[in-house]
């Protein structure tokens, strides 16, 4: 069976990290467990889970301490279980930028909650990247001057209409395929449709 995603269990407490760990699997998640900072760093690095639910303060190697690795090498989200919520824990916990901060005593159906919504946070920071990337690539083309001839042709048009250089006809023929929510392409295509219109007898 295809699990929701996989997720890193950090807890000294083997109470506690037994009582995670069978909550998670429950709910249909694959789940690591370690009772270290150390070994959690290395099952992070062999495992590549989705998501880490670190305790702060352990024996070793902190909750802090693991989450400053994963978020430096390996571009992991993670979420703190603590018992304290003093002023020093909430500024470190903000400034490693945890996607979330449980106080303990913890039960199951707090977190379940918790680590639903970090994963569909990661998705849609996934996809907004995704999206970025995307944009990017259609710019790095323009810029090499690989426009689809759609657009190259909707572009001079611009040019033409609004007495612009080609660099800002682009970036309003962009701006219009965005507000639109449109391709590029599609919104070129818009613009030449409704120059033909006009230009019927």
């Known amino acids: 069976m295809q699990g929701k995603g996989k997720i890193l269990v950090v807890d000294d407490d083997r109470l506690v ?5 069978h909550g998670l699997a429950q709910a249909g998640y694959e789940v690591i467990d370690a009772d270290n900072g150390d070994d959690a760093i290395l099952l992070a690095r062999e495992h590549k889970p989705d998501l880490a639910l670190l305790d702060i303060r352990m024996e070793g190697k902190s ?30 916990v903000k400034e490693l930028g945890a996607v979330a901060y449980l106080v303990k005593p913890l039960d199951i159906r707090q977190i379940v909650p918790a680590v639903e919504a970090a994963f569909a946070n990661a998705a849609m920071s996934a996809s907004r990247r995704t999206e970025a990337a995307a944009g990017r690539a259609e710019e790095r083309a323009v810029a090499r001057d690989e426009l689809p001839a759609v657009a190259a042709m909707a572009v001079g048009v611009l040019m033409h209409r609004y007495s612009l250089a080609r660099g800002p006809a682009l970036e309003r023929l962009q701006r219009m395929a965005q507000t639109e929510g449109v391709a590029l392409a599609e919104q070129a295509e818009r613009i030449l449709q409704a120059v033909e219109l006009l230009s019927m007898p």
């Open 17 to 21: 990290l037994a009582t995670l760990t």
């Open 63 to 92: 909750g802090f301490d693991v989450a400053a690795y994963l978020r430096e090498y390996c571009q992991m989200p993670f979420m703190f279980l603590s018992a304290f919520s003093d002023d020093e824990t909430m500024r470190q």
